[in-house]
């Protein structure tokens, strides 16, 4: 029998005669079971905290190591993929980057500051930036900003000063699966202002002072969406899509001057953007099963390494290129 600790695989827990039992009950706690956990098997049982957005606190994680343990925490073994942290990958850079306050944006944050740049973190909701200066140290720099604004995206490049070095393109909404004939104005609009407006006003503003610097880098998410059809609603598939075009016009434009413009495509992701409340039935309908063959779902951490490995002097002779960050879903 193989020890169990909080980096052991969800996938181990439920199949150890004595985790199992506590990962069940865990679920039946909140109303779930195990069939929700199907796509996480692969991720460590401390991923449910993260997973949780404060829910879920790590003292349960303990508690359940210590019950299947004798009572005692053993040290954690590695098993799968472990972060690397390259230190001063990042040192007197400053990078730019949205959707900072949760899911991937925080963990791209986190990883830039852990590797030694000054991030200006951004996101709409201030409460989910406020706590960031103390996780992730004094060179993280919070702006609260609507991407549709004006006025804010002034202050993000006030923020960063003369010198941006790089800028994550991480904030998105997703849509209510609603195809062409079900899409609403409103719908459309808030979705393409959000993925796709923001992410070229933001990236505009930008360019001027990497032009006047002569290099950069700039990583957009865009997702799986962007290469198929068949895994979200019209609004979003659309919004991604363009998304890919952007960079791709702005990596033949900029990539002379020294700036590279790449895009990375997710899958599936633990902390990924929520659903609307009410999606459509119809498209709900036409992509579930297709979503059901997702190989596995990522974290955000493994989504923040693919992120900064663009980021950085490590990805120095790729430019207009959209890496599908996703567990090999897109070869399918």
Known sequence: MSLLTATSTIGAWLDDPAGGPLVRGLLAASGADESVLAPLRGLPLLSLVDMSQGAMPR????????????????EATESGWQERITDGRF????????????????????????????????DIAADRL????????PDVVTVTADLSKPDDIAAIIAAA???IDGLANVAGINDDTSPLHEVTDQMWSRVLGVNLDGVMRLTRAVLPAMLAAGGGSIVNIASEAALRGNASGVAY?????????????AAFMYGPKGIRINAVAPGGVATGIPMAAEPSAYGTDR?????????GLATAAQLAASVTFLLSDDGVNINGAVLPSDGGWSVQ
């Not at 210590?66 to 009572?71: E, I, K, S, T, Y």
């Not at 992509?287 to 190989?295: D, G, N, Q, R």
């Open 237 to 249: 598939t659309v919004s991604k899509h363009a998304v890919v075009g952007l960079t791709r016009s």
């Open 130 to 137: 406020a706590a960031l200066p103390q996780e992730l140290g």
């Open 161 to 163: 000063g003369e010198r």
């Open 59 to 74: 003292s349960i994680v303990d508690d359940m190591v210590r019950q299947v343990n004798g009572g005692e925490i053993p």
């Open 287 to 295: 992509v579930t099963p297709f979503i059901a063959l997702i190989p």
């Open 91 to 122: 040192s007197g850079r400053t990078v730019i980057v949205t959707g900072a306050g949760s899911g991937i944006g925080k963990a791209v944050a986190s990883r830039l500051a852990r590797e030694g740049a000054r991030v200006v973190a951004v």
